[in-house]
């Protein structure tokens, strides 16, 4: 079980626009930022978006990330084949001081 | 560019030690604080334990913690963790990654292709 929860799975059509989402609590979202990170089959994890809603050089700006209270967002917006992934959301976790994750979502592009 | 290379996995049994390494290139090592985060097979991420610039603070998930130590040797550009009393559950893929700063905060800005530990008889 996941302090952070993410559905398991989504997906869209190429083109589309989707949205992850990544809830918490007052102790993780609300009171830190939020990291995105995407994870291809077999290779590791790579950071997608930090501090909520900045994407690291290199990273398309069809990738976005939001925070509103206990909750996270990331849109990828006009859907690309190679977008099929897993994704992760994390966040500092103030009671139980240390970082924690969602349980990732598996993105599927139809 | 930042390169970080995890060595040190493999097949152990349940009661016994491994020691993990981490070596880290392309940035200055003793500024950045470090962490190992696993991935049990087709699972998700987990945080592990993480360690400041300086050593002096340290964290541990409450899943390793007293079984695991970690450590770094900012001389030698390095990442340790010294793991103790594995069990099956261990078994996981470690991957060494970089924060982005000095503190311990969880902010993994740059990842080691892992290294995997299966803990079986």
């Known amino acids: 079980q996941s302090v952070l929860t993410q559905p398991p799975s989504a997906s869209g059509t190429p083109g589309q626009r989707v949205t992850l989402s990544c809830s918490g609590s007052s102790s993780n979202i609300r009171s830190n930022t939020v990291n995105w990170y995407q994870q291809f089959p077999g290779t590791a994890p790579k950071l997608l978006i930090y501090?909520?809603?900045q994407r690291p050089s290199g990273v398309p700006d069809r990738f976005s990330g939001s925070k509103s209270g206990t909750s996270a967002s990331l849109a990828i917006s006009g859907l690309q084949s190679e977008d099929e992934a897993d994704y992760y959301c994390?966040?500092?976790?103030?009671?139980?001081?240390?970082?924690?994750f969602g349980g990732g979502t598996k993105l599927t592009v139809l | 560019e930042v390169q970080l290379v995890e060595s040190g996995g493999g097949l152990v049994q349940p009661g016994r030690s491994l020691r993990l390494s981490c070596a880290a290139s392309g940035f200055t090592f003793d500024d950045y604080a470090m962490h190992w985060v696993r991935q049990a097979p087709g699972k998700g991420l987990e945080w592990v334990s993480g360690?400041?610039?300086?050593?002096?603070?340290?964290g541990y998930a409450d899943s390793v913690k007293g079984r695991f130590t970690i450590s770094r040797d900012n001389a030698k550009n390095s990442l340790y963790v010294q793991m103790n009393s594995l069990r099956p559950e261990d078994t996981a893929f470690y991957y060494c990654?970089?924060?982005?700063?000095?503190?311990?905060?969880?902010?993994?800005?740059?990842w080691g292709q892992g290294t995997l530990v299966t803990v079986s008889s």
């Open positions: 994390a966040a500092w976790d103030d009671s139980l001081n240390g970082p924690v």
């Open positions: 990654a970089k924060d982005a700063k000095g503190t311990i905060f969880g902010d993994y800005r740059n």
């Open positions: 360690i400041s610039w300086n050593s002096r603070s340290t």
């Open positions: 501090s909520n809603d």
